[in-house]
């Protein structure tokens, strides 16, 4: 007989002579129960879903507790919490920006990773500096029997890949690049800004973790752009990395040690030939390290989690006429700022009858260099396995969540500013219908303090600043306050809290993959409790109170179907989501005057309503397959509504049109 030996995580099955029956030996911890649901995507089921063009992090937004973004744009915003709010870590490393020009696609090609999980709220103590919710990526492991080279062509951009053995490890590299300035150039003036971005990565994998310990140094990065013949604003990041895993029978070590930059700069050309430059770079690091040990009774964890960075001072140059350099000048900035935050956690999960019960508490301190306070976060999961099939899982805990850099920039911040917190209570009920199909019900509420709102600064004769209700504004800013980084004066004067029910049915077996979610929710937020300015009296207007939150939608319904035939995968996907809350404007005529108001979150949009189609066409060949796909969005040309704004030319509100019919084509080269 055969002797196999499945090392979870690695490539290869190896087989080794032996006598007597055969065994399997499985490496990896078993599944840790003891958490709140996570909701998971593979590689594969990422390509089912319609209307996520293969991008790993679009398709998240199918999943429960997930907001609809305006005009099918990334993010992630989790129960009402802002996109700020969430962490995204790729292999243990923070990631600071995950869509190119805040949604247009992930900053990660879908084809390297093994899978996503993400947590909407109530993960344990080993993860902080968030508020909202964690989404971890895992690449998956090169395979190392020989080289192989795939990539994907479509409408947007182009990428490549490549993976095989090295060193007695492996490698797996890629790149991507879009091209849409360049097909749009021709069509537009000299003067239309267009986007283009560039991502990159570079994963290895050396050793086995149970002998010399397994070493996966890695480094991606991400560059978007967007340029016209005057102006050009450039974001980019990099991270490098040197993950480390080992692990002495019950015993598991893992060690993140990682690097990066963060760059944005913005560039305009003036009259004469002058051109402006601004730019202002963020260089982060930190290590995570963890330790587990397994017992008969459950387990003990713990770890430490450093990260800082220094925010370099603003960097803005004139240069003159080439050749002529006499109108040179700099007007550097003198404010930088300089951090480390140092996190110590431990957990012990104790499991009775079996592993039937089990309760994991969890403790997690904190040190915020920006702010120069200490933070402690009790946390506490409970799972009861009250058949074979049916688990109720509780969590509760208490998250904070520090201020950006920019945030107390002692020129245009709040050097004051401190961090915000949210406690989160979440209860669930799973269960497993087969080992293809699954549902799930989870309740939860959340109510965050100290939230950091605009205010006036707090100087003489400093006026509050002006509100926007509702409308698009609020929306991008939301999306891309985190990726821009402008310093923004901020009072801890905000309070948010969200509440609602999440459900989800998934099943995957064979051809059929089908996915069901539905969240009901309500998200409010409550302004500045000493008022907000009106621009028509000139006067502070009282307290609002709670008002819904941009993003909050009451009702988001998805559901997708994909059944694979011979060669063909068809899929489809429905959804329908309320309408984002907004502030009707109303022109009332007094003295003869017109006066145009608003009334706060007093309106609802349309509901929003979207069929998407896809359509896979594989050709096996030698080396591997070809696929083929149509990735039709609201192939029903549905006339949604995405915003309202007040029309001065006919004296009413006027819808802002979603996007039409939308066709995307691409080609797929997938090696065996």
């Given at each position: 007989?055969?002797r196999?030996?499945?090392r979870?995580?690695?490539?290869?099955v190896?087989?080794?002579k032996?006598?007597?029956a055969?065994?399997?030996e499985?490496?990896?911890?078993a599944?840790?129960?003891t958490?709140?649901?996570?909701?998971q995507l593979?590689?594969?089921e990422?390509?089912s879903?319609?209307?996520?063009?293969?991008?790993?992090?679009?398709?998240a937004?199918?999943?429960?507790?997930?907001?609809?973004?305006p005009?099918?744009f990334?993010?992630?915003?989790l129960?009402?919490?802002?996109?700020?709010?969430t962490?995204?870590?790729?292999?243990g490393?923070?990631?600071p920006?995950?869509?190119?020009f805040?949604?247009?696609?992930?900053?990660y090609?879908?084809?390297?990773?093994?899978?996503?999980?993400?947590?909407?709220?109530g993960?344990?103590?080993?993860?902080?500096?968030?508020?909202?919710?964690?989404v971890t990526?895992?690449?998956?492991?090169?395979r190392?029997?020989?080289w192989?080279?795939g990539?994907e062509?479509?409408l947007l951009?182009s990428?490549?890949?490549a993976?095989?053995?090295?060193?007695?490890?492996?490698?797996?590299?890629g790149?991507?690049?879009?091209?849409?300035d360049?097909?749009a150039?021709?069509?537009?003036?000299?003067?239309t800004?267009?986007p283009?971005?560039?991502?990159?990565?570079?994963?290895?994998?050396?050793?086995d973790?149970?002998?010399?310990?397994?070493?996966?140094?890695?480094?991606?990065?991400?560059?978007d752009r967007?340029?016209?013949?005057t102006?050009?604003?450039?974001?980019?990041?990099?991270?490098?990395?040197?993950?480390?895993?080992?692990?002495?029978?019950p015993?598991?070590?893992?060690?993140?040690?990682?690097?990066?930059?963060?760059?944005l700069?913005?560039e305009?050309?003036e009259?004469?030939?002058?051109?402006?430059t601004?730019?202002r770079p963020t260089y982060?690091?930190?290590?995570r390290?963890?330790l587990?040990?397994?017992y008969?009774?459950g387990?003990?964890?713990?770890?430490?989690?450093?990260s800082?960075?220094?925010?370099?001072h603003?960097?803005?140059?004139v240069?003159?006429?080439?050749?002529?350099?006499?109108?040179?000048?700099?007007?550097d900035?003198?404010?930088?700022?300089t951090?480390?935050?140092v996190?110590?956690?431990?957990e012990a999960?104790?499991k009775l009858?079996g592993?039937r019960?089990?309760?994991k508490?969890?403790?997690?301190?904190?040190?915020?260099?920006?702010t120069?306070?200490l933070v402690?976060?009790?946390?506490?999961?409970?799972?009861?396995?009250?058949?074979?099939?049916?688990t109720?899982?509780?969590?509760?805990?208490?998250?904070?969540?520090p201020?950006t850099?920019a945030?107390?920039?002692?020129?245009?911040?709040n050097?004051?500013?401190?961090?915000?917190?949210?406690?989160?209570?979440?209860?669930?009920v799973d269960?497993?219908?087969?080992?293809?199909?699954?549902a799930?019900?989870?309740g939860?509420?959340?109510?965050?303090?100290?939230?950091?709102?605009?205010?006036a600064?707090?100087?003489?004769?400093?006026q509050?600043?002006?509100?926007?209700?509702?409308?698009?504004?609020?929306?991008?800013e939301?999306?891309?306050e985190?990726?821009?980084g402008?310093?923004?004066?901020?009072g801890?004067?905000?309070?948010?809290?969200?509440?609602?029910?999440?459900v989800?049915?998934?099943?995957n077996?064979?051809?059929?993959?089908?996915?069901?979610?539905?969240?009901?929710?309500?998200?409010?937020?409550?302004?500045?409790?000493?008022?907000?300015?009106?621009?028509?009296?000139g006067?502070?207007?009282?307290?609002?109170?709670w008002?819904?939150?941009e993003?909050?939608?009451?009702?988001?319904?998805n559901?997708a179907?994909g059944?694979?035939?011979?060669?063909w995968?068809?899929?489809a996907?429905?959804?329908?989501?309320?309408g984002?809350?907004?502030?009707?404007?109303v022109?009332?005529?007094r003295?003869?005057q017109?006066?145009?108001?608003?009334?706060?979150?007093?309106?609802?949009l349309?509901?929003?309503?979207s069929?998407?189609?896809?359509?896979d066409r594989r050709?096996?060949?030698?080396w591997?397959d070809?696929?083929?796909?149509?990735d039709?969005?609201?192939?029903?040309n549905?006339?949604?509504?995405?915003?309202r704004?007040?029309?001065?030319s006919v004296?009413?509100?006027?819808?802002t049109p979603?996007?039409?019919?939308i066709?995307?084509?691409?080609?797929?080269?997938?090696?065996?």
């Open positions: 007989m055969a196999i030996t499945v979870k995580g690695m490539p290869s190896q087989l080794d032996a006598q007597g055969e065994v399997i499985v490496f990896g911890r599944p840790e129960e958490k709140p649901l996570s909701y593979t590689a594969d990422i390509r879903i319609p209307g996520a063009m293969n991008d790993v992090l679009r398709a937004q199918i999943l429960p507790g997930v907001a609809r973004i005009y099918a990334g993010g992630l915003v129960r009402g919490t802002s996109p700020r709010d962490e995204i870590y790729l292999d490393v923070e990631v920006i995950a869509f190119h805040g949604g247009v696609t992930s900053f090609p879908s084809s390297m990773l093994s899978d996503l999980n993400l947590v909407a709220g993960f344990d103590a080993s993860y902080g500096r968030a508020q909202g919710g964690l990526l895992t690449t998956r492991e090169p190392t029997d020989r192989r080279v990539g062509v479509g951009d990428g490549a890949y993976e095989g053995p090295l060193w007695g490890g492996g490698v797996l590299v790149v991507r690049r879009s091209y849409f360049t097909v150039q021709p069509f537009v003036s000299a003067d800004p267009l283009a971005y560039w991502d990159f990565q570079l994963r290895t994998s050396f050793g973790p149970r002998e010399e310990g397994r070493i996966t140094p890695m480094i991606f990065g991400s560059i967007v340029a016209s013949d102006i050009s604003v450039t974001s980019a990041f990099v991270r490098v990395a040197v993950p480390y895993l080992r692990q002495w029978g015993t598991t070590l893992r060690v993140t040690p990682w690097l990066g930059v963060n760059q700069s913005f305009e050309a009259g004469g030939g002058e051109t402006d601004f730019s982060p690091g930190g290590v390290a963890d587990t040990r397994d008969s009774f387990h003990l964890a713990g770890g430490l989690d450093l800082g960075g220094h925010l370099a603003t960097q803005v140059n240069t003159g006429i080439a050749g002529d350099h006499t109108n040179d000048s700099s007007m900035g003198s404010t930088t700022a951090w480390v935050d996190a110590a956690w431990g999960r104790i009858d592993d019960f089990a309760i508490p969890g403790l997690r301190i904190e040190r915020f260099g920006l120069d306070e402690i976060d009790p946390r506490l999961n409970i799972h009861q396995q009250l058949s074979d099939t049916v109720i899982r509780q969590a509760i805990g208490r998250y904070h969540q201020p850099p945030d107390v920039d002692p020129l245009s911040g050097p004051a500013l401190k961090s915000s917190y949210t406690d989160q209570l979440s209860l669930g269960k497993v219908f087969a080992p293809t199909t699954m799930s019900v989870t939860y509420f959340d109510y965050g303090r100290n939230l950091g709102v605009r205010v600064p707090n100087v003489p004769g400093a509050p600043p002006e509100p926007e209700y509702g409308g698009l504004g609020p929306t991008f939301l999306l891309l985190k990726q821009l402008f310093p923004i004066y901020r801890n004067v905000g309070r948010a809290r969200s509440y609602g029910i999440e989800l049915i998934k099943h077996a064979g051809p059929l993959f089908a996915m069901l979610s539905y969240t009901l929710s309500k998200s409010e937020r409550t302004d500045d409790p000493a008022g907000v300015p009106n621009a028509l009296t006067k502070i207007d009282p307290y609002l109170g008002r819904p939150f993003l909050d939608q009451t009702h988001n319904f559901a179907v059944y694979r035939w011979t060669n995968q068809l899929g996907r429905l959804q329908v989501v309320s984002n809350p907004y502030s009707p404007n022109l009332t005529i003295n003869g017109a006066i145009l108001s608003q009334d706060p979150w007093a309106g609802n349309p509901t929003f309503i069929l998407d189609l896809r359509a050709w096996h060949r030698c591997g070809i696929d083929l796909f149509f039709i969005q609201n192939a029903t549905h006339s949604n509504v995405e915003g704004d007040f029309d001065s004296g009413m509100d006027t819808d979603g996007l039409p019919i066709p995307f084509i691409g080609v797929e080269f997938i090696p065996k």
